[in-house]
């Protein structure tokens, strides 16, 4: 997926608050929220993204260590489904 379908989907209110379903092409589906940190603006513009996937979403959500999170290429990415926490 591109930068600008990733961010459209998650900035309309999924950024930092809600789990989405993410496929890949090449990987297993996961559960994780997407977060936004310092870098956020050079990473979306290189198409990539800092995910907290699902074992550390908890753990995140009190400490908000961006330690917890991974980053993803985006071209990866096949599509994304909204999760009703």
């Known amino acids: 997926m ?3 379908v990733i961010a459209k989907f998650i900035e309309a209110g999924h950024l ?3 789990s989405i379903k993410i496929d ?3 990987r297993s589906s996961m559960v994780g929220v997407f977060i936004q940190t310092n ?7 290189k198409n990539f993204w ?6 550390n979403i908890a753990p995140w959500k ?7 999170a991974k ?3 985006g071209m990866e990415i096949t599509r994304l489904t909204a999760i009703n926490n």
Not at 62 to 68: A, E, V
């Open 2 to 4: 591109t930068n600008d």
């Open 24 to 26: 890949f092409k090449q």
């Open 50 to 55: 800092r995910i907290v996937i699902d074992p």
């Open 16 to 18: 930092a608050k809600n």
């Open 62 to 68: 009190t400490s908000k260590d961006n330690n917890l």
């Open 39 to 45: 870098d956020y603006d050079d990473l979306k513009a």
């Open 71 to 73: 980053i993803f290429n």
